[in-house]
């Protein structure tokens, strides 16, 4: 089992900044690849980025605004997100999911472990 704890959200003004973190507990964190996700109400949710060890995969609409990063010393995985958007406004989730050679799936339902979320307003 994976414990996964968000936080770092909160309500911004459009063009702010956020950093999301996610602190896992429970297994190795080396051995997971992990992913931040994202549900607005009435939507589905939607993949954002995922990293393995040092690789990253992003959403292609979100490139070059958010930033995935992870510290394997605190067990704890990062999503920086600047410049936001009205849009952006969503409850933002971490997820594991065993790592392996291949890059990290952007489908929510290869994910084992999720945290609770963390909302994240965004004001225009």
């Known amino acids: 089992q994976v414990q996964l704890v968000e936080s770092g959200g909160g309500s911004v003004q459009a063009g702010g900044s956020l950093r999301l973190s996610c602190a896992a507990s429970?297994?190795?964190?080396?051995?997971?690849?992990m992913a931040w996700f994202r549900q607005a109400p009435g939507n589905e949710r939607d993949f954002v980025a995922a990293?393995?060890?040092?690789?990253?995969y992003y959403a292609d609409s979100l490139k070059g605004r958010f930033t995935i990063s992870r510290d394997n010393a605190k067990d704890t995985v990062y999503l920086q997100m600047n410049n936001l958007k009205p849009e952006d406004a969503a409850v933002y989730s971490c997820?594991?999911?065993?790592?392996?050679?291949?890059?990290?799936?952007?489908?929510?339902?290869?994910?084992?472990?999720w945290g609770q979320g963390t909302q994240v307003t965004v004001s225009s």
């Open positions: 997820a594991a999911v065993p790592r392996t050679s291949r890059p990290p799936s952007p489908s929510p339902s290869e994910y084992a472990y």
């Open positions: 990293i393995r060890l040092k690789s990253t």
């Open positions: 429970g297994r190795a964190f080396s051995n997971y690849a």
